[in-house]
């Protein structure tokens, strides 16, 4: 009966660079998802309650921009951002639980190669 492989401890997931990268990464990513995903719903609504700016005058040189046109455009560059965030999020994420597999899978073939080398027991 072959023997088992001793089971990974907190202590042994914590010495793995790769599974602490991980975690940091996959930490990193879900917090920046999260906080894009409650900001775009947040700039998604002002945009929608706010009134897009008339089109600019081709004839002006110099066209001025009015108030409400310069908080539509602002609003319009917050949600873009956060945008950017949320996509920047979900590929930290996927990248630290890929860190996190390799890590725990690495340590795991570590863990079960001495036991395989062993000589049978009589």
Do not use: C, W
Not at 52 to 71: I, K, V
Request: hydrophobic share 50%; aromatic share 6%; proline share 11%.
């Amino acid at each position: 009966m072959p023997a088992s492989p001793p089971p990974l401890t907190v202590q042994t997931l914590m010495r793995s660079s790769l599974v602490v990268a991980g975690l940091l990464f996959l930490a990193v990513g879900l917090a920046d998802s999260v906080a894009g995903h409650v900001k775009i719903l947040q700039y998604e609504q002002l945009l929608r309650t706010t009134a897009p700016p008339p089109p600019a005058d081709p004839a002006a040189l110099f066209p001025t921009a009015s108030e409400g046109q310069e908080r539509y455009e602002l609003a319009r560059a917050k949600l873009a951002f956060y945008q950017l965030l949320l996509t920047a999020g979900q590929l930290l994420s996927a990248l630290g639980f890929t860190l996190l597999a390799v890590g725990v899978l690495r340590l795991r073939t570590r863990a079960v190669q001495p036991l395989a080398n062993s000589p049978p027991l009589h």
